[in-house]
């Protein structure tokens, strides 16, 4: 490896290429953005074709990634598909030929291998694999590739659900082959780049990011146009709970239509995606193909954010864990999808559409037979590696407590959740025998009994009240947010409560204003609106 190439270690890379069908894109606009970007600091450049390749090289120093990237009728390989084109990229001035890297045929009779060599051997240059998987980059580095690179993750057919960008690539190709590892595609941020280079990059590829005015304007046209829109267009909304199923059509304004509630379908395992994909046909049935944009599913569990597989689900739901919900119903209809859980998708309803619209940080706590929730920070979705982040309920309140359902003790959800309420109530209260309305004992009744005088209800909540006060300080411990909202359905009994809940959180958080602890104004509809806006909007 020569110093110029050397000298990319730890740099960022500028792509200057054509987007899509960019009629402005020229060799003098390629030259033009490879000067800017060197006197910015680059410490190479990705170009693509020999006009171009010349260009660049007449007005900058930086070593030059060459590509040729065209279509041959037969194959799927594009990026340098044969040796001709190779030699075309060389003999205009590059120091680096980048292909594809992929196990996939390839025009004429040269295996990978046989092509890499070749280059070595003849054009005397480096070799830059462009893969999509760790196998492939392995593959390739056996073949005789001088870098490997993540360019394809997400582009090749088997690869659309990796993560963009995919981090993870990086840092498995970097355990696996001793060949530097290049971290390309997707990356739109310094952050991103940071955390490639943190997981094992060699050097970073930007490209639309830093040269694509017309793509980056794009998307900010896209991220207000839910904005900007007449109620014509509807995204189908559901939300599955261990008993009941919403669904509905939700318009970009956030107001629900057509709602449906159905019982949840629990008799066998596969029958709740069926019953799903015959509900969903049903309202498509009614309308005009332009009409629907989208289908967004709120559900309890844990569901995997890059797959939209459900990754955890409760014992409810017979064979719901494992299904592949947005790859079967994206086939199937030919629709975005975006599937998460409940408490996420009443996170971003509630910063989209609810009481405490545009805070930001804002947590959720959904408090219903159990307790889970959301946050929202920089107006991202807070999801984790997994999808799994903020499982409130799980918080530890109370060491070596009441013994939790998940097997802990001391859990937020085992002192204020709607059924521990009932069962301390049930606790205290002792031989209910002689209880006139036996039946009444929900949380929503205790609730009632306490505004009504009884002094056990009201023992009862002001335990639930001060557990809950403990969860919320530890939130504004770990989130210092702007808003804190209460949701699901005991917290519809909040309401004369809530100033006791503020006063408590306020004794531990004197810089916190506990008037922003707020409470729903979404209700029972903010995991259908949120499952919706999280289609209509990059959230």
Same mark, same amino acid.
């Given at each position: 490896?020569?110093?110029?190439?050397?000298?990319?270690?730890?740099?960022?890379?500028?792509?200057?290429?054509?987007?899509?069908?960019?009629?402005?894109?020229?060799?003098?606009?390629?030259?033009?953005?490879?000067?800017?970007?060197?006197?910015?600091?680059?410490?190479?450049?990705?170009?693509?074709?020999?006009?171009?390749?010349?260009?660049?090289?007449?007005?900058?120093?930086?070593?030059?990634?060459?590509?040729?990237?065209?279509?041959?009728?037969?194959?799927?390989?594009?990026?340098?598909?044969?040796?001709?084109?190779?030699?075309?990229?060389?003999?205009?001035?590059?120091?680096?030929?980048?292909?594809?890297?992929?196990?996939?045929?390839?025009?004429?009779?040269?295996?990978?291998?046989?092509?890499?060599?070749?280059?070595?051997?003849?054009?005397?240059?480096?070799?830059?694999?462009?893969?999509?998987?760790?196998?492939?980059?392995?593959?390739?580095?056996?073949?005789?590739?001088?870098?490997?690179?993540?360019?394809?993750?997400?582009?090749?057919?088997?690869?659309?659900?990796?993560?963009?960008?995919?981090?993870?690539?990086?840092?498995?190709?970097?355990?696996?082959?001793?060949?530097?590892?290049?971290?390309?595609?997707?990356?739109?941020?310094?952050?991103?780049?940071?955390?490639?280079?943190?997981?094992?990059?060699?050097?970073?590829?930007?490209?639309?990011?830093?040269?694509?005015?017309?793509?980056?304007?794009?998307?900010?046209?896209?991220?207000?146009?839910?904005?900007?829109?007449?109620?014509?267009?509807?995204?189908?909304?559901?939300?599955?709970?261990?008993?009941?199923?919403?669904?509905?059509?939700?318009?970009?304004?956030?107001?629900?239509?057509?709602?449906?509630?159905?019982?949840?379908?629990?008799?066998?395992?596969?029958?709740?995606?069926?019953?799903?994909?015959?509900?969903?046909?049903?309202?498509?049935?009614?309308?005009?193909?332009?009409?629907?944009?989208?289908?967004?599913?709120?559900?309890?569990?844990?569901?995997?954010?890059?797959?939209?597989?459900?990754?955890?689900?409760?014992?409810?739901?017979?064979?719901?864990?494992?299904?592949?919900?947005?790859?079967?119903?994206?086939?199937?209809?030919?629709?975005?999808?975006?599937?998460?859980?409940?408490?996420?998708?009443?996170?971003?309803?509630?910063?989209?559409?609810?009481?405490?619209?545009?805070?930001?940080?804002?947590?959720?706590?959904?408090?219903?037979?159990?307790?889970?929730?959301?946050?929202?920070?920089?107006?991202?979705?807070?999801?984790?590696?997994?999808?799994?982040?903020?499982?409130?309920?799980?918080?530890?309140?109370?060491?070596?407590?009441?013994?939790?359902?998940?097997?802990?003790?001391?859990?937020?959800?085992?002192?204020?959740?709607?059924?521990?309420?009932?069962?301390?109530?049930?606790?205290?209260?002792?031989?209910?025998?002689?209880?006139?309305?036996?039946?009444?004992?929900?949380?929503?009744?205790?609730?009632?009994?306490?505004?009504?005088?009884?002094?056990?209800?009201?023992?009862?909540?002001?335990?639930?009240?001060?557990?809950?006060?403990?969860?919320?300080?530890?939130?504004?411990?770990?989130?210092?947010?702007?808003?804190?909202?209460?949701?699901?359905?005991?917290?519809?009994?909040?309401?004369?409560?809530?100033?006791?809940?503020? @006063?408590?959180?306020?004794?531990?958080?004197?810089?916190?204003?506990?008037?922003?602890? @707020?409470?729903?104004?979404?209700?029972?509809?903010?995991?259908?609106?949120?499952?919706?806006?999280?289609?209509?909007?990059?959230?």
């Amino acid at each position: 490896m020569n110093k110029r190439v050397r000298n990319l270690k730890r740099g960022i890379i500028v792509s200057c290429q054509k987007k899509g069908n960019d009629e402005l894109f020229s060799p003098e606009i390629a030259a033009f953005m490879a000067r800017s970007a060197t006197l910015s600091g680059a410490v190479g450049l990705r170009v693509d074709g020999a006009d171009c390749i010349r260009a660049v090289k007449s007005v900058s120093p930086l070593p030059i990634i060459g590509i040729l990237k065209r279509r041959v009728e037969g194959v799927d390989v594009r990026i340098t598909p044969t040796f001709e084109d190779a030699r075309e990229v060389a003999e205009a001035g590059a120091d680096i030929i980048a292909l594809d890297g992929t196990q996939r045929p390839r025009p004429g009779n040269l295996t990978l291998a046989e092509l890499i060599q070749k280059i070595h051997r003849e054009l005397r240059l480096s070799v830059m694999a462009d893969v999509s998987t760790c196998e492939e980059g392995v593959r390739a580095a056996q073949a005789g590739a001088d870098f490997i690179a993540t360019t394809l993750s997400g582009y090749t057919p088997y690869t659309i659900q990796r993560p963009r960008p995919d981090i993870k690539l990086v840092r498995e190709l970097k355990r696996s082959v001793d060949v530097p590892v290049i971290a390309e595609g997707n990356l739109h941020t310094p952050g991103q780049a940071v955390k490639a280079l943190l997981a094992g990059a060699y050097a970073v590829v930007v490209g639309s990011a830093i040269t694509s005015p017309g793509e980056n304007t794009l998307r900010f046209v896209k991220a207000v146009k839910p904005l900007t829109q007449e109620n014509s267009k509807f995204a189908i909304v559901v939300d599955i709970g261990g008993t009941k199923t919403a669904i509905a059509l939700m318009a970009y304004d956030g107001s629900i239509s057509q709602l449906q509630l159905y019982p949840t379908p629990t008799q066998k395992p596969n029958q709740l995606i069926e019953f799903l994909r015959e509900a969903i046909r049903d309202i498509l049935n009614q309308y005009e193909d332009s009409a629907i944009t989208g289908i967004g599913i709120s559900t309890g569990g844990i569901v995997d954010p890059h797959s939209g597989t459900i990754l955890h689900a409760t014992p409810l739901l017979p064979g719901w864990m494992g299904t592949p919900v947005v790859d079967i119903l994206q086939r199937e209809f030919q629709l975005p999808v975006r599937v998460d859980n409940d408490g996420n998708m009443g996170a971003i309803g509630e910063y989209l559409y609810g009481a405490a619209k545009g805070s930001d940080p804002l947590v959720f706590i959904a408090i219903g037979t159990g307790i889970g929730g959301g946050a929202i920070i920089d107006g991202q979705l807070l999801k984790g590696k997994q999808g799994g982040a903020l499982n409130l309920g799980h918080i530890q309140v109370e060491k070596d407590g009441i013994p939790c359902n998940c097997g802990g003790r001391g859990c937020l959800e085992a002192y204020s959740s709607g059924r521990a309420i009932e069962q301390a109530y049930i606790d205290k209260k002792g031989d209910l025998s002689t209880d006139s309305n036996l039946m009444e004992i929900t949380a929503q009744a205790i609730f009632q009994r306490c505004a009504n005088g009884e002094s056990m209800a009201r023992k009862v909540i002001d335990r639930a009240l001060s557990y809950l006060a403990r969860g919320i300080s530890i939130l504004i411990e770990l989130f210092d947010p702007e808003a804190i909202v209460l949701g699901g359905g005991v917290s519809e009994s909040l309401g004369e409560y809530l100033d006791e809940l503020r @006063t408590k959180v306020s004794c531990a958080h004197r810089l916190f204003s506990s008037e922003n602890i @707020t409470l729903s104004t979404l209700g029972q509809k903010a995991n259908l609106i949120g499952a919706g806006a999280s289609l209509l909007f990059s959230v």
